[in-house]
């Protein structure tokens, strides 16, 4: 089955600081990558995704890229914001059958 | 994007006994998911619900400590059965519709005791 890996496992950047969040995935039939965010307490939702059609994607702040190649993708947060904080989460799927995640990456944001 | 009702939010069980957690959506969906997330982990698939017959169990989990039922295509149960106090997680269904993005519901926060 799919493996996802997710690094790092804890970032702490300052406000207004750019982050980078990486992972691989080891099924090369995988072609739907979604990142979700995770407050305290609260559900996973998601801020962006991108399909193995496209090498990039950018919603304001926040950017996706995918290496089908090396099998791997990031999320890029920039200008980061105390309300970023947060636990983040990638996934891989192949066509919507099932999703595999990482193991997740705790963001700080100092102020 | 679909509204997804998980219930209860949250509960507190004797070992031993059984609950039933329900999620409902606001519309047909093509898949369900049902997820556990252990106190600071990822989330692990526990099964996809499937409507009308059997669910598909990831390699861990089995029907008869986590029996799914999928009547129609809005709605579904898991049931964590004899429960002891390493089944305390939060259980989280999801959907997805066609080739649109998973979903996911609240989640039920369960502590055996």
């Known amino acids: 089955g799919e493996n996802v890996e997710q690094h790092p496992s804890t970032l702490s950047v300052q406000e207004g600081d750019s982050a980078v969040i990486k992972c691989t995935y080891s099924d090369s039939a995988s072609n739907y990558f979604p990142w979700y965010k995770q407050e305290l307490g609260k559900r996973p939702q998601l801020i962006i995704d991108?399909?193995?059609?496209?090498g990039e994607k950018k919603d304001q702040r926040i950017a996706v890229t995918l290496n089908k190649t090396a099998k791997h993708f990031s999320l890029h947060i920039t200008e980061t914001q105390p309300e970023d904080s947060a636990v983040y989460f990638c996934?891989?799927?192949?066509?919507?059958?099932?999703?595999?995640f990482g193991s997740g990456t705790k963001l700080n944001v100092k102020p | 994007s679909a509204v997804i009702s998980q219930k209860p939010s949250r509960d507190i069980c004797q070992r031993g006994t059984s609950l039933t957690i329900q999620c409902q959506v606001d519309s047909q969906v093509t898949m369900m998911f049902w997820y556990r997330q252990q106190p600071g982990q990822s989330l692990t698939l526990i099964a996809t619900a499937n409507q009308g017959s059997e669910a598909t169990y990831e390699s861990g989990f089995v029907i008869d400590k986590f029996p799914i039922s999928r009547p129609n295509l809005t709605f579904s149960t898991l049931t964590v059965s004899n429960m002891s106090p390493e089944d305390s997680s939060i259980y989280l269904c999801?959907?997805?519709?066609?080739?649109?993005?998973?979903?996911f519901g609240d989640g039920t926060r369960l502590s055996i005791l």
């Open positions: 999801s959907v997805v519709d066609g080739y649109q993005p998973q979903h």
């Open positions: 996934a891989a799927s192949k066509d919507f059958n099932k999703f595999y």
């Open positions: 991108i399909r193995s059609n496209v």
